[in-house]
């Protein structure tokens, strides 16, 4: 017996009395997963995607912040990560991960 006809045939009641309960149930669960995939997921999914879009963009010479706040500039693109000038000629090496925000992101949206 495989487990569709399992949930199907089982009665709403431990006692057997009334019916319909098993497959109600089953389209409640069924409901509740599309709406945590239409509302919770899929976006998580849309944003990363669209993160990841923006991080493979980025070239030489644009300005970037990190997730830890540091502001700096592109001066060299490797494979996983980027080389940055933050000021006198010092400069990072930091994962590709790292970059969070696009300065110019927040005065597009003013």
Do not use: C, W
């Not at 399992?6 to 009395?17: H, W, Y």
């Not at 009334?18 to 709406?35: D, E, K, P, R, T």
């Not at 945590?36 to 980025?58: A, H």
């Amino acid at each position: 017996m495989n487990l569709l006809q399992f949930l199907l045939f089982a009665p709403a009641n431990p006692d057997g009395e009334g019916g319909g309960g098993g497959m109600s149930m089953l389209l409640m669960l069924g409901a509740i997963i599309l709406v945590f995939y239409f509302f919770m997921i899929r976006p998580q999914q849309k944003k990363q995607k669209q993160i990841q879009s923006f991080r493979e963009t980025l070239k030489r010479g644009d300005k970037i912040i990190t997730i830890g706040g540091i502001h700096g500039k592109i001066t060299d693109v490797q494979e996983t990560t980027f080389v940055i000038e933050v000021g006198d000629g010092t400069k990072l090496t930091i994962e590709k991960a790292a970059v969070a925000v696009d300065p110019n992101a927040s005065a597009k949206k003013d």
